[in-house]
């Protein structure tokens, strides 16, 4: 089979294009504006790339055309659609089905899907269980939001388990279900539950409704792993649950107790296992405990799990080291977050600032640096959030280019601990003109950012930093 991708280095969409190669169709794709490290792992498959939706990609005359969320029948300013490709294959009546449905029907059949879902944390605990399965020997098939780093790639067929990160963001313009509804899985983590998607869902109740369907579709003998802390999460089990429930954290059957970077899992209020790994923040100790309850429900023990983890290395760009450079009594140290929504910025600040405070680095000044660049941020729904989502930081520094609100006056609040700059250039002038040694800078988006990492530490590595 021949499939052309619309949209082909989103996350998702890259991952399906992974997958349809290794089961051995041919496969192309076309988008726009793409960024590492989606491209190059395209690339590296042998994936031919076209830039652009020009109508003269249907010459490629593919079995079927499988359209990313991206995609869109919306027109430009002059009245040409802002996807000629799209409106082409709907003027010939080709083939086309989501990314989602793709997957269901030629990947997911047959197999012991594990989805994980939630407004933060999916793509991290989506990497952890299935490390834990590859090193309990279960040689799982994954499609994770991001490359982990213990496998490198972002999708793999595997055997009979499957876990798949499972987004509540709708599947297409033409199919406005959420995405996570079409895996129907045997093992269901919901990691937690906040407002997002602006752009398509109206209130919190939206969201907690899409979650339910996702509930009503595991089966009896399934599991829902599901955050006790949450109470957006009990509303969503209170319209109804039929499956094998497991609850972790404070009133939950699974809990942690210790730090966050050694710690027990208790099950019932006995000691079943111990993680020590290099990971910090409450966030992730909640992550482990999701996986592990996932991981026993296809049979590995929590002990085996929870030692599993101490190999576990993360996901790129997940407080992903991007370099250093070397001062007078410390470096300068520049690191690389996906962190895009209020909570997950404070999540990511606040865990590295209990980790300073750990290592003894009480004195050692956290920058943050981050663009507002999803969907509900550009719109401003959580912009009054951003002061609070920033309290660890010493100083933070936004990128407000293509923002249609006022990001000084949301930042107020923050007084001269905040700067705002339109553009890329500007905004590494002002880090560099502040940055001293010790200091720890933190770049934040769910996009390439400008290539801000590269930037930052050449200006550092040329002009030095103010003692």
Known sequence: MHIHILGICGTFMGGVAALAREAGHRV?????GVYPPMSDQLRSLGIELIEGYDADQMALRPDVFVIGNVVSRARLADGTPKFP?????????ASYTSGPQWLAEHVLQGRHVMAVAGTHGKT????MLAWILERAGLAPGFLVGGVPLDFGVSARLGKNKFVIEADEYDTAFFDKRSKFVHYRPRT???????????DIFDDLGAIERQFHHLVRIVPGTGRVVVNATEESLQRVLAQGCWSELARFGAGGEWQAHGPHDAFEVLRQGE?????EWALSGLHNQMNALAAIAAAEHVG??????AGFLASFRNVRRRMELRGTVARAGAAITVYD???HHPTAIRTTLDGLRK??????HQGERILAAFEPRSNTMKLGTMAAQLPWSLEAADLAFCHSGGLEWDAAAALAPMGDRAQVAGAIEPLVAQIVAVARPGDHIVCMSNGGFGGVHEKLLSALRATGAAE
């Open 355 to 360: 980790k300073l405070d750990a290592d003894g």
């Open 271 to 275: 000691q079943v296992g111990r993680v």
């Open 188 to 198: 269901a983590i919901l990691n937690n539950l906040e407002f997002d998607h602006a």
């Open 300 to 305: 590995v023990a929590p002990a085996e799990a």
């Open 28 to 32: 192309t794709g076309c988008d726009a």
């Open 85 to 93: 490709l799209m409106e082409a294959i709907l003027d010939a009546g």
């Open 124 to 127: 991290t605990t989506t990497s």
């Open 337 to 339: 977050d996906f962190a």
